[in-house]
C-alpha cells in the first residue's frame, strides 16, 4: 500500500484507521493506548503598541 498522499507526505490517519479496524475485526492485537491525546486551544495573543503622530505635507 502507498501511504503517501500526492504531495508527498505521509497519510497518518489513513493509516491509523486502518489499523484501528484491522484491530477491531481480531485480524491483528494492538497495545493498549498510553493516554489519549488532548488539542488545546492555542491561546491568542494581542499585541498593543504606540505609534508616534504622523504628520503630512501636502502640496498641490
Do not use: H
Not at 4 to 33: H, T, W, Y
Amino acid at each position: 500500500m502507498d501511504w503517501k498522499s500526492p504531495n508527498g507526505k505521509f497519510q497518518e490517519m489513513s493509516c491509523r484507521k486502518a489499523l484501528l479496524e484491522l484491530d477491531r475485526r481480531g485480524l491483528i492485537k494492538l497495545p493498549e493506548r498510553k493516554k489519549a491525546m488532548t488539542f488545546r486551544k492555542k491561546k491568542s495573543v494581542s499585541l498593543m503598541f504606540q505609534s508616534p503622530p504622523l504628520k503630512a505635507i501636502y502640496r498641490f
